[in-house]
């Protein structure tokens, strides 16, 4: 089981936790358990296609799993995953 680190804008999707613990065997696999035990997740985590919605950066133990494989990116016990929203604006 992974874990999964949540950042303080999804927090209440997820009944106000920092951290969930997910199955998977995979990137695509773990956050998929997350949405599915969390559904307000689903449309915040990925797009119709399936794919991680394009402002959402997801990291494996501080890789950036879109340099890896993606949502393949294997996922072994013990692993973290960190969800870190793209932030945008300034002046």
Same mark, same amino acid.
């Given at each position: 089981?992974?874990?999964?680190?949540?950042?303080?804008? +999804?927090?209440?999707?997820?009944?106000?936790?920092?951290?969930?613990?997910?199955?998977?065997?995979?990137?695509?696999?773990?956050?998929?358990?997350?949405?599915?035990?969390?559904?307000?997740?689903?449309?915040? +985590?990925?797009?119709?296609?399936?794919? +991680?919605?394009?402002?959402?950066?997801?990291? +494996?133990?501080?890789?950036?799993?879109?340099?890896?494989?993606?949502?393949?990116?294997?996922?072994?016990?013990?692993?973290?995953?960190?969800?870190?929203?793209?932030?945008?604006?300034?002046?």
């Amino acid at each position: 089981m992974a874990t999964v680190k949540i950042p303080p804008v +999804l927090r209440p999707s997820v009944g106000g936790e920092k951290t969930v613990s997910a199955d998977g065997s995979n990137v695509g696999e773990v956050l998929k358990s997350l949405a599915s035990d969390h559904p307000q997740t689903q449309s915040q +985590l990925f797009a119709a296609d399936g794919e +991680l919605n394009r402002y959402v950066n997801v990291y +494996l133990n501080d890789e950036d799993v879109r340099v890896l494989d993606g949502l393949q990116t294997a996922v072994g016990e013990g692993d973290t995953l960190v969800i870190l929203p793209a932030m945008a604006g300034g002046a």
